[in-house]
Nanobody, 125 residues
C-alpha cells in the first residue's frame, strides 16, 4: 500500500523559511514525477511545484518561483520543498503527491493519484 507522509510544517514569520519533507513507501517511485500542492481555507487545491525522475526537470507555480526549491532523494524515496522568503499568502495545508502515470509530468491535481495527509504551514505577518 502506497503511503506518503509529509513533515516539516509549522508557524513562521513572514520572510522566514521552512523545509517540508515527503517520505514515500509502498512501491517503486522510479520514473514517477512527484509534486507539491497546497490548499488554503475556502480555496481549491493548487499546484506549487513538481519534480521529474530525471535531475533538472522541475516546475514551479509563478507565485513561488525564485522562493521555493523542490528536490528529491531517489535512494531514500523522499522529496523536499525548501521554502524561503515566506509570505502570509503562502499559508495553507501542503500536500505531496505522486504522478498517476510513469514518465509524465502533471501540473494539476488530476494527474496525481496518491496523496499525503498534508502538513500545515502558517506564515504570520
Amino acid at each position: 500500500q502506497v503511503q506518503l507522509v509529509e513533515s516539516g510544517g509549522g508557524l513562521v514569520q513572514a520572510g522566514g523559511s521552512l523545509r517540508l519533507s515527503c517520505a514515500a513507501s509502498g512501491r517503486t517511485f522510479t520514473g514517477y514525477t512527484m509534486g507539491w500542492f497546497r490548499q488554503a481555507p475556502g480555496k481549491d487545491r493548487q499546484f506549487v511545484a513538481a519534480i521529474g525522475w530525471s535531475i533538472g526537470r522541475t516546475y514551479y507555480a509563478d507565485s513561488v518561483k525564485g522562493r521555493f526549491t523542490i528536490s528529491r532523494d531517489n535512494a531514500k524515496n523522499t522529496m523536499y520543498l525548501q521554502m524561503n522568503a515566506l509570505k502570509p499568502e503562502d499559508t495553507a495545508v501542503y500536500y505531496c503527491a505522486t504522478d498517476r502515470d510513469w514518465g509524465t509530468i502533471s501540473l494539476s491535481t488530476d494527474g496525481y493519484d496518491y496523496w499525503g495527509q498534508g502538513t500545515q504551514v502558517t506564515v504570520s505577518s
